[in-house]
T-cell receptor, first 109, second 115 residues
Framework: NAGVTQTPKFRILKIGQSMTLQCTQDMNHNYMYWYRQDPGMGLKLIYYSVGAGITDKGEVPNGYNVSRSTTEDFPLRLELAAPSQTSVYFC????????FGQGTRLTVV | AQSVTQLGSHVSVSEGALVLLRCNYSSSVPPYLFWYVQYPNQGLQLLLKYTTGATLVKGINGFEAEFKKSETSFHLTKPSAHMSDAAEYFCAVSLYGGSQGNLIFGKGTKLSVKP
């Protein structure tokens, strides 16, 4: 079972560049989430979705955008990358229990 | 508003010793509580969860946690540490019980196990 798949695993961006972090789940979960993890800070919720076509902001949404056109996919968009967005990003999906992807390690230089 | 406090960013124990990782929470509604483990360069894996019912919750790998409402605590324990338990552990509370992925996380406790 694939579960939650994130791509890419690693990426280096220059300041001002844009990119999309991909997230796909094959468990037919309605709920999906994006978190960022910074050392010593735990995980912070960026955006979440309760179903296709519905998204909402989490705790730290500034600088990010999301869309949810299908149940399976929940991409996270960075439009103008900044050094403060250097982090590890985790996608998760849930029904009764949350399942996490392996993470995307992003460095903005 | 919900929040989670994990006491101790680093805990070191000897192999075979008791593991105790502390978690206190605040919540304006009956909480749904979780412990996750993260191994290096990996995602998070659910260890155990408390939703309703029995306050002593058993999880995977010999871990358990007890929900104490009067102390607003959900400490994680394991009677005998193993080298393979070395990882980072996160306590979390759910904002909405029915959607258990919308989580508020503590800052994490890194567990080291000495031979």
């Amino acid at each position: 079972n694939a579960g939650v798949t994130q791509t890419p695993k690693f990426r280096i961006l220059k300041i001002g560049q844009s990119m999309t972090l991909q997230c796909t789940q094959d468990m037919n979960h309605n709920y999906m989430y994006w978190y960022r993890q910074d050392p010593g800070m735990g995980l912070k919720l960026i955006y979440y979705s309760v179903g296709a076509g519905i998204t909402d902001k989490g705790e730290v949404p500034n600088g990010y955008n999301v869309s949810r056109s299908t149940t399976e996919d929940f991409p996270l968009r960075l439009e103008l990358a900044a050094p403060s967005q250097t982090s590890v990003y985790f996608c998760a999906s849930s029904q009764a229990e949350a399942f996490f992807g392996q993470g995307t390690r992003l460095t903005v230089v | 508003a919900q929040s989670v406090t994990q006491l101790g960013s680093h805990v070191s124990v000897s192999e075979g010793a008791l593991v105790l990782l502390r978690c206190n929470y605040s919540s304006s509604v009956p909480p749904y509580l979780f412990w996750y483990v993260q191994y290096p360069n990996q995602g998070l894996q659910l260890l155990l969860k408390y939703t309703t019912g029995a306050t002593l919750v058993k999880g995977i790998n010999g871990f358990e946690a007890e929900f104490k409402k009067s102390e607003t605590s959900f400490h994680l324990t394991k009677p005998s540490a193993h080298m393979s338990d070395a990882a980072e552990y996160f306590c979390a509370v759910s904002l909405y019980g029915g959607s258990q992925g919308n989580l508020i996380f503590g800052k994490g406790t890194k567990l080291s196990v000495k031979p």
